[in-house]
């Protein structure tokens, strides 16, 4: 307890010390002259670029637009793969025809939606939500069938001999049993959706941090480019902090599962 | 000795090794499809050529007219210097590039540029 | 055996009727002919582009790079990640870069590597080998040290040598993890490749949709949609899942 706030002081300094070392090994690189500043500017720079990026709201206009797309294709497809998927994985003879179908389309998630996106909706945001809410929705449906599917019969069985109604099946056996492979679901196709959204965004669009490190190799801005990549990470470290962990940990916590895939 | 044997029978039934099996046997049978069909794709006037190590200049007729890709994938063989109809012109292609395109199963004929350009 | 053929029965029913629905769209929604194309239109995309010498090439191309960074991965990725799993220090530091460096995915790094390595294949490689390595890196350094000390311990106690342990104890119980990361990470990796491909590429199926989209050839797209999802869907089935499988049913770490 007493060493509680030392101990964090030391887990971050044992985290960022990594981070520091390749800094200083960049800043070192960069001084020695070997490669043109075109090719890998000084961190010093990247940091100053970054820094008018944020004062200026152009980086901040880009994460918005990245971050409310993925937050809106979340908004659309969840409600409505978990939902599909709880209904098609009840019919125990629907659902076996369905998990395939929906194997096939997971394993063509993300990009390869683009071209089409793009014939149908033309270059915009539409194409962008297109080719989210197609990686999302098919990622989360697949996993809650599988989910719903996995939940041994007997609970059902057990449920109904105590007078428990199709409701008190659904909602008290059927979704808690399938509740961690619903939340993997979401968690990958979160990774998935994000890794899409990158690579739509360098075509389909005109905001977006795809775009802005896209557009910016288009000029040579390399530090525009390096502050997109550092940017992504640490939107996507913080997601993982913040949104996943703590969803994975209150699944574990309430229903004491995990699922084997993450 | 049949124990020792038994797993040696459960790897070759394991789905992964009857897959890759029959990739290899398909992959190899299309090669060998594919260089024992080679010749007949080249005009008999061009093979005395092709003893010489000297580059030539080849018509390559196809059976459809030629898109960009095929266009570009000549462009790595040699200098395209035109189409005509299904027939493309290519010079500077060296004996080994030639036996290479005449693996091409939709090449449908090679033959030497002066004949065919007339 | 019967339940079997009832849900084949079902496929075909559905295959039919998509296909009639779709047909029947095509025929007669009012929207330009390249919108949707029938089903009959994606048939003959496929005869034409096999006759033409085009599809084999594409899918030759793709394959032999994803190929090579699943090579890569299994033969490069894993081990690294073994080795800097082994001791406490190089993990714990290495743990925070490696998180870092998955998490941004290898198309991201594209505009730079466009800079470094120009316009063509070299880019291409680069992005889905570094898309690929990665989790399989990561995954396989987390395996390691996801192996309770107490094995460790164990056997430590037993006069057990340094090489014993790794063999017997920190390997096998790292298996599940390095499977599962190699299995992410290609399907990561499968995905940048399309990606990369369409941004650089001058072949492989990624180019072929996105050139097919220029010239707003919609059923070639279509059918380069089918063949990267049925492509997928073979290696993962095939290749992929016995590989996770087998390290699971092997190793007992079943956790449903």
Redesign the interface.
């Known amino acids: 307890m007493m060493h509680g706030w030392r101990g964090d002081l030391l887990a971050v300094g044992?985290?960022?010390?990594?981070?520091a070392l390749?800094l200083i090994a960049w800043a070192l690189v960069t001084r020695a002259n070997v490669l043109p500043a075109?090719?890998l500017p000084p961190p010093a720079d990247v940091a100053r670029t970054g820094w008018d990026m944020l004062k200026d709201g152009s980086l901040w206009t880009n994460i918005g637009a990245s971050v409310g797309r993925v937050l809106v294709s979340l908004v659309i497809s969840v409600p409505l793969a978990v939902g599909l998927g709880i209904f098609v994985g009840l019919r125990r003879?629907l659902s076996?025809?369905f998990e395939p179908?929906a194997?096939?389309?997971n394993?063509?998630?993300?990009?390869?939606?683009?071209?089409?996106a793009?014939?149908?909706f033309g270059l915009g945001w539409v194409s962008v939500i297109f080719i989210m809410f197609n990686t999302i929705f098919f990622l989360v449906f697949y996993n809650t069938l599988v989910g719903v599917r996995?939940v041994p019969r007997i609970f059902e069985h057990a449920v109904r001999t105590l007078g428990g109604s199709r409701r008190h099946i659904i909602f008290q056996v059927l979704i808690p049993g399938a509740m961690p492979n619903i939340v993997t679901g979401i968690r990958m196709s979160i990774g998935?959706g994000?890794?899409?959204l990158?690579?739509a965004e360098?075509?389909a669009t005109s905001t977006g941090l795809?775009f802005l490190?896209?557009n910016?190799?288009n000029f040579?801005q390399?530090d525009t480019?390096?502050v997109?990549?550092v940017t992504?990470?640490i939107l996507?470290?913080l997601t993982?902090r913040l949104v996943l962990q703590p969803i994975e940990r209150w699944t574990v916590e309430r229903w004491g599962?995990?699922?084997?895939?993450? | 000795m049949k124990a020792s044997a038994m797993p040696v029978v459960a790897v070759l039934r394991h789905r992964s090794v009857v897959f890759l099996l029959v990739v290899a046997v398909a992959w190899g049978g299309w090669e060998l499809f594919l260089v024992t069909t080679a010749t007949v794709r080249i005009d008999p006037a061009l093979q005395t050529a092709l003893r010489e190590r000297a580059p030539l200049a080849v018509a390559i007729t196809l059976g459809f007219a030629p898109e960009n890709f095929h266009i570009r994938l000549f462009q790595s063989y040699g200098i395209v210097s035109g189409v005509r109809g299904n027939t493309v012109l290519v010079n500077r292609v060296s004996p080994d590039d030639l036996r290479r395109i005449s693996r091409y199963y939709w090449v449908k004929r090679i033959s030497p540029q002066s004949e065919s350009v007339q | 055996m019967e339940?079997h053929w009832?849900?084949v029965s079902?496929?075909v029913l559905?295959l039919a009727a998509t296909i009639a629905a779709w047909s029947l769209g095509a025929a007669t929604l009012p929207v330009p002919d390249?919108?949707l194309p029938p089903p009959s239109a994606v048939l003959s995309a496929f005869v034409e582009l096999i006759a033409k010498g085009m599809l084999p090439i594409f899918v030759a191309e793709s394959l032999r790079r994803i190929v090579l960074a699943a090579l890569l991965g299994l033969f490069v990725g894993v081990p690294i990640g073994l080795l800097l799993g082994v001791s406490r220090v190089t993990a714990?530091?290495?743990y925070?870069?490696l998180?870092?460096?998955q998490?941004?995915?290898g198309?991201?790094?594209?505009?730079?590597m466009?800079?470094?390595f120009g316009f063509g294949e070299r880019t291409i490689l680069v992005a889905v080998n570094y898309t690929v390595l990665f989790p399989v890196i990561f995954n396989a350094l987390l395996g390691i040290r996801s192996v309770p000390q107490i094995y460790v311990n164990a056997l430590r106690t037993l006069g057990a040598s340094r090489w014993r342990i790794v063999r017997d104890v920190l390997l096998p119980g790292a298996l599940?993890n390095i499977a599962?990361g190699v299995r992410l990470g290609l399907?990561?990796g499968w995905?940048?490749l399309?990606?990369a491909e369409?941004?650089v590429g001058a072949n492989g199926l990624?180019f072929m949709?996105?050139n097919?989209?220029t010239f707003?050839l919609?059923a070639r797209?279509?059918l380069?949609?089918g063949i990267?999802?049925?492509l997928?869907?073979v290696l993962?089935y095939f290749l992929l899942r016995p590989l996770e499988e087998a390290t699971?049913a092997r190793w007992g770490?079943?956790?449903?």
């Open positions: 044992r985290g960022a010390a990594p981070f390749i075109m090719f003879r076996p025809v179908i194997g096939f389309f394993s063509l998630s993300g990009i390869a939606w683009l071209p089409l793009v014939t149908w996995s998935f994000w890794r899409a990158i690579a360098m075509i795809g490190i896209y910016a190799s040579h390399t480019i390096l997109g990549i992504i990470g996507w470290l993982d599962l995990v699922s084997s895939s993450r | 339940r009832e849900i079902t496929w559905i390249y919108f714990d530091f290495a925070p870069v998180n870092f460096f998490s941004i995915s198309i991201a790094w594209l505009p730079l466009l800079i470094w599940p599962m399907a990561y995905r940048a399309i990606a369409m941004l990624g949709i996105f097919a989209q707003h919609t797209i279509m380069g949609m990267i999802g049925a997928w869907v993962d699971i770490m079943v956790q449903r």
